[in-house]
């Protein structure tokens, strides 16, 4: 009998060159397009280099308010008003019911489209903007997006698993949520990934989740406590306080995992 | 006949803990009603901090949680000489591999005559997961099913810790654990019991029900706005299924999952909420601010 061809499986790679004040080309990853969504909690302190590495900037609702109110402190600018020129967003969407009224006029006069979709109560702001990036990039375009989310972590814990479960259910883009302290990507299950390490911005600390379902079987290569097809679940284990230990890590699983690595002190 | 279905345990959970007037039941030292351990992990201490300190029976710093309560107590008591604060609210205990705690934190409250148990040497367990050990097998607690863990700086931070926290719930699902931050509370409910959850005035609008670690295919609930389930066909009907606790099987049991349908800003609407489900779920609820 002819023995059964084993499909190869396409890799993911990821790299977190986006924390890096200037943007370089690595040679092992194609050039990236980034999308800035800024939710509303604090601003991360390395927020400017994220604003400025994007192509489009979209606020969700309250995020206004927070790019209105936390930008100058977080750049070396003595100019208050340069500083909140400088900052404008393309887009705010949401249904606009955090935004205050004189931080939504400002943006409009300085071009901001405001995009009101209070009608509809179905979805979170952190969806509507995602939505929006999902049905205006083409699927070329998408395989180059790579969409930053600022505030979607802590605070509410039902929002933090609202905005987590956007990782599942747009899972063929691209979306990494970013806090002071680390950030998260979804590894999907149809792909093997190579996650390249940015020491100086990234780690040392890292863990893997399998968040909704578990996994029959990892493997890990690169990581201070690897797996080997090993079994992870919610009431058993999973990889929490591992440590990265090579340049490049790579993941295979049978269940779609949350990456996880802490972020160094970046201002 | 048919065979009647297992009969399901009910859990019943509130969090009177959080109200600022005693629940009635503390006030017998060795009553019928709940006994509260706290720990604190290495987070800011939420505002209600000084509240919990004083109904817990037991205080546990997790590490660096040391480092939280002598700096962030007296800012949380600002009417009152910081050093008094410290030399109240000091620890029973003070566990873990003790790489956060600062120096000078740990030799105030060793000699204030904290227990300081170092166990860098045990690098499988989370910091919590060791409290948690602690606390249920060691401490002399009388009637330890009336055991309350309650948990302050277990949410937010580094993502690993969190999910690491959460997997401690879902490894000691027969203890009573809550994680609190100043947003909100979290806790588990187990597949193997019927939950009646009593809301309190403190806490509410906004709820949850996750199912972090696998899908769920049935849950039904009861006193939300958006109830999972099918709905009752009268009411007296559906609370006498309850209290007879059958397992309540029906094609319209919304099933939840990560890449799907999961009930996030949901809203309480009644008093009393149940929840019924073939999977574990994470409870959620927001915490009110006072004014």
Same mark, same amino acid.
């Given at each position: ?267 | 006949?048919?065979?009647?279905? %297992? ?197 509410? %609008? ?25 709905? %009752? ?59």
């Amino acid at each position: 009998m002819l023995g059964r061809a084993i499909r190869s499986m396409d890799v993911m790679v990821h790299s977190s060159t986006f924390l890096l004040p200037k943007l370089h080309q690595p040679g092992h990853t194609p050039a990236k397009n980034y999308a800035l969504v800024v939710l509303n909690q604090n601003l991360p302190r390395f927020m400017p280099r994220l604003w400025t590495h994007a192509k489009l900037r979209i606020c969700a609702d309250g995020g206004a308010n927070r790019i209105f109110d936390e930008m100058f402190q977080l750049t070396n600018e003595q100019d208050y008003e340069r500083v909140r020129n400088r900052y404008i967003p393309e887009i705010i969407e949401g249904d606009m019911d955090s935004i205050r009224p004189e931080v939504k006029r400002f943006y409009s006069s300085q071009g901001s489209q405001i995009s009101d979709k209070s009608h509809n109560q179905e979805t979170t702001d952190l969806h509507k903007c995602i939505s929006r990036i999902h049905r205006s990039t083409s699927d070329h375009e998408k395989t180059n997006l790579c969409v930053l989310v600022t505030g979607a972590l802590g605070g509410r814990f039902d929002h933090e698993a609202a905005n987590i479960n956007i990782l599942y259910l747009f899972s063929d883009m691209r979306i990494v949520l970013l806090s002071d302290d680390c950030l998260i990507r979804l590894l999907p299950k149809t792909h093997k990934h190579d996650i390249y390490i940015e020491s100086s911005v990234e780690g040392p600390h890292c863990g893997l989740f399998p968040v909704g379902a578990p996994s029959g079987s990892t493997t890990t290569t690169g990581l201070k406590w690897n797996l080997s097809e090993a079994k992870m679940r919610f009431g058993s284990m999973i990889s929490t306080s591992n440590i990265v230990h090579a340049e490049k890590v790579t993941v295979q699983s049978d269940a779609d995992l949350l990456w996880t690595i802490s972020l160094r002190n970046l201002t | 006949m048919a065979p009647t279905p %297992p009969v399901r345990p009910v859990m019943s959970h509130s969090s009177a803990f959080l109200l600022p007037s005693p629940p009635s039941s503390s006030a017998a030292p060795d009553g019928d009603g709940d006994a509260y351990a706290l720990l604190v992990l290495n987070q800011r201490l939420p505002r209600f901090a000084p509240l919990l300190w004083d109904r817990a029976r037991v205080r546990v710093c997790a590490d660096g949680g040391a480092n939280r309560l002598f700096d962030d107590m007296p800012e949380l008591l600002p009417g009152q000489d910081p050093d008094e604060v410290r030399r109240r609210y000091k620890p029973d205990v003070i566990k873990g591999d003790l790489d956060s705690i600062r120096p000078e934190v740990k030799e105030y409250y060793s000699n204030m005559g904290t227990q300081i148990v170092d166990e860098s040497h045990d690098q499988d367990t989370t910091d919590l997961h060791k409290c948690i050990t602690f606390v249920t097998e060691k401490l002399a607690i009388p009637n330890r099913s009336n055991l309350c863990i309650l948990v302050l700086g277990a949410l937010g931070g580094r993502f690993d810790h969190e999910m690491g926290n959460i997997n401690v719930l879902h490894l000691f699902p027969t203890n009573r654990i809550i994680l609190l931050s100043d947003d909100c509370l979290i806790f588990l409910l187990p597949r193997t019991h019927t939950h009646n959850i009593h809301i309190e005035s403190i806490e509410g %609008p906004h709820c949850g029900l996750i199912p972090i670690g696998a899908p769920s295919t049935t849950t039904t609930t009861t006193g939300l706005r958006w109830n999972l389930g099918k709905p %009752p066909t009268s009411s007296i009907q559906y609370q006498q299924q309850l209290v007879l606790n059958l397992q309540i099987l029906s094609p319209d049991d919304t099933s939840m999952s990560f890449g799907g349908l999961i009930s996030t800003s949901n809203i309480v609407e009644e008093e009393s909420v149940t929840i019924n489900s073939d999977s574990d779920l994470i409870w959620t609820i927001s915490l009110r601010h006072h004014s």
